[in-house]
T-cell receptor, first 111, second 112 residues
Framework: SQQGEEDPQALSIQEGENATMNCSYKTSINNLQWYRQNSGRGLVHLILIRSNEREKHSGRLRVTLDTSKKSSSLLITASRAADTASYFCVIFAFNDYKLSFGAGTTVTVRA | SQTIHQWPATLVQPVGSPLSLECTVEGTSNPNLYWYRQAAGRGLQLLFYSVGIGQISSEVPQNLSASRPQDRQFILSSKKLLLSDSGFYLC???????????FGSGTRLTVV
């Protein structure tokens, strides 16, 4: 299975600042999904963007998708301490049941 | 509403002992079910997935096995644990292909 690769590996920001992380992939996709994992916990599905969509919003989250560049970005605006977590970009190729996860971006929001 | 239950939350087992982790989904029928493992500080590795009762696909050859005895029950097993089996095990489900996953809260397994 293919997987997305997140960049940067780690990000440290001040509370109230915006956090941006990027994802690159190599194959054609049906959709791309972002997940959050708080330390030692299960993963939470944040947002799904389909291959024919370019931008999607959910609360303080904004996801963009550029299929020509095979890349996506996740923006968290006005970050809070509770946003401290690892964020994973996951691609879903066509005719594939399975999601493959990369190493993720670890975000630390300082109070 | 749909919920996913996974237990136990933590487990410490000696090398060579058997393993059984259970995952159940409520509030839906015929879910796609998945077992993932996460090593410390790493991404998730897909171990098994199932699209129906008795249908198991293995992604990584190892000394683990999975079974789906009922529609909404997914079990991860081992006859003899190895040290390298230590990790964080996550069960997940989705209703349709390509949809987002809902994850369980995970089981932290330490093999000593």
């Amino acid at each position: 299975s293919q997987q997305g690769e997140e960049d940067p590996q780690a990000l440290s920001i001040q509370e109230g600042e915006n956090a941006t992380m990027n994802c690159s992939y190599k194959t054609s996709i049906n959709n791309l999904q972002w997940y959050r994992q708080n330390s030692g916990r299960g993963l939470v599905h944040l947002i799904l963007i389909r291959s024919n969509e370019r931008e999607k919003h959910s609360g303080r989250l904004r996801v963009t998708l550029d299929t020509s560049k095979k890349s996506s970005s996740l923006l968290i605006t006005a970050s809070r301490a509770a946003d401290t977590a690892s964020y994973f970009c996951v691609i879903f190729a066509f005719n594939d049941y399975k999601l493959s996860f990369g190493a993720g971006t670890t975000v630390t929001v300082r109070a | 509403s749909q919920t996913i239950h996974q237990w136990p939350a933590t487990l410490v087992q000696p090398v060579g002992s058997p393993l059984s982790l259970e995952c159940t989904v409520e509030g839906t029928s015929n879910p796609n079910l998945y077992w993932y493992r996460q090593a410390a500080g790493r991404g998730l590795q897909l171990l098994f997935y199932s699209v129906g009762i008795g249908q198991i696909s293995s992604e990584v050859p190892q000394n683990l096995s999975a079974s789906r005895p009922q529609d909404r029950q997914f079990i991860l097993s081992s006859k003899k644990l190895l040290l390298s089996d230590s990790g964080f095990y996550l069960c997940a489900w989705n209703r349709y292909q390509n949809y987002g996953y809902t994850f369980g809260s995970g089981t932290r397994l330490t093999v000593v």
